[in-house]
T-cell receptor
Framework: NAGVTQTPKFQVLKTGQSMTLQCAQD?????MSWYRQDPGMGLRLIHY???????DQGEVPNGYNVSRSTTEDFPLRLLSAAPSQTSVYFC????????????FGPGTRLTVT | GEDVEQSLFLSVREGDSSVINCTYT??????LYWYKQEPGAGLQLLTY?????DMKQDQRLTVLLNKKDKHLSLRIADTQTGDSAIYFC??????????????FGKGTKLSVKP
C-alpha cells in the first residue's frame, strides 16, 4: 500500500490564481480530511468527507472547495489564492472503527505571493 | 469551544525521561492521541488512549490520562536524539457529528541534547 499520497510537494502561486491539491489513498478508508498547518497554530481542519459523495466544512473552510467522487480521491481546490493561504496542507484518511486513527500524507507546502 | 493546550518547547538530555503535557476541554472525547512530526514530514501516530483508561504503556512510551482534570501526558523513557521532533496532542472532535475529526494542540518541540 502506498498509504496517503499528496501532490505536489511544493507549489508557488500568485494571488488570484487557482489550483487543486491532490490527495489519494489506497486503503479503502471511508473518512478523509484536509488540514492546514501554520507556524505556532497546530493543525486546523478545513474540510472533511465521511464517504464518497459526502463532504462537509471544518473549522477554516473559507476559500477552499472539496469534492469526493470516489473513495480514493479527495482533492482540495483553491479558487482564488490569497497570501493568507500560504501554509502546509495535510490530507488524512481514517478507517471507521475503534480508534479513528488518522493516516497523514506527507504534505504540500504552498506559498502564495 | 474545544481547545487543546500544550507547552511549546521542551529540552532534555539524551538518556533522560521526557514528559510532554497537554490539557483538553471536551470531556466527551472518546480517544486522545499523541502524534509525532519530524522536520519536513507529515504526522505519525505514536499512541492513543481510550477515554475510560488511566494509563497505557507501549515500550518507551507511557500515556497518563486524568479525566477529572482533563490532563494528558506522554512520557518517553530513555530519550534519544532521534526523538527530537514536534509532538502533538489531539482529541476527537464531534464536528458535524463525526467522531473522525480531530482537534490538535499547537505542538511541543522536543529537543534532545547529546
Amino acid at each position: 500500500n502506498a498509504g496517503v499520497t499528496q501532490t505536489p510537494k511544493f507549489q508557488v502561486l500568485k494571488t488570484g490564481q487557482s489550483m487543486t491539491l491532490q490527495c489519494a489513498q489506497d486503503m479503502n478508508h471511508e473518512y478523509m480530511s484536509w488540514y492546514r498547518q501554520d507556524p505556532g497554530m497546530g493543525l486546523r481542519l478545513i474540510h472533511y468527507s465521511v464517504g464518497a459523495g459526502i463532504t462537509d466544512q471544518g473549522e477554516v473552510p473559507n476559500g477552499y472547495n472539496v469534492s469526493r467522487s470516489t473513495t480514493e480521491d479527495f482533492p482540495l481546490r483553491l479558487l482564488s489564492a490569497a497570501p493568507s493561504q500560504t501554509s502546509v496542507y495535510f490530507c488524512a484518511s481514517t478507517p471507521y472503527g475503534e480508534s479513528y486513527e488518522q493516516y497523514f500524507g506527507p504534505g504540500t507546502r504552498l506559498t502564495v505571493t | 469551544g474545544e481547545d487543546v493546550e500544550q507547552s511549546l518547547f521542551l529540552s532534555v538530555r539524551e538518556g533522560d525521561s521526557s514528559v510532554i503535557n497537554c490539557t483538553y476541554t471536551d470531556s466527551s472525547s472518546t480517544y486522545l492521541y499523541w502524534y509525532k512530526q519530524e522536520p519536513g514530514a507529515g504526522l505519525q501516530l505514536l499512541t492513543y488512549i481510550f477515554s475510560n483508561m488511566d494509563m497505557k504503556q507501549d515500550q518507551r512510551l507511557t500515556v497518563l490520562l486524568n479525566k477529572k482534570d482533563k490532563h494528558l501526558s506522554l512520557r518517553i523513557a530513555d530519550t534519544q536524539t532521534g526523538d527530537s521532533a514536534i509532538y502533538f496532542c489531539a482529541e476527537t472532535l464531534n464536528y458535524g457529528g463525526s467522531q473522525g475529526n480531530l482537534i490538535f494542540g499547537k505542538g511541543t518541540k522536543l529537543s534532545v541534547k547529546p
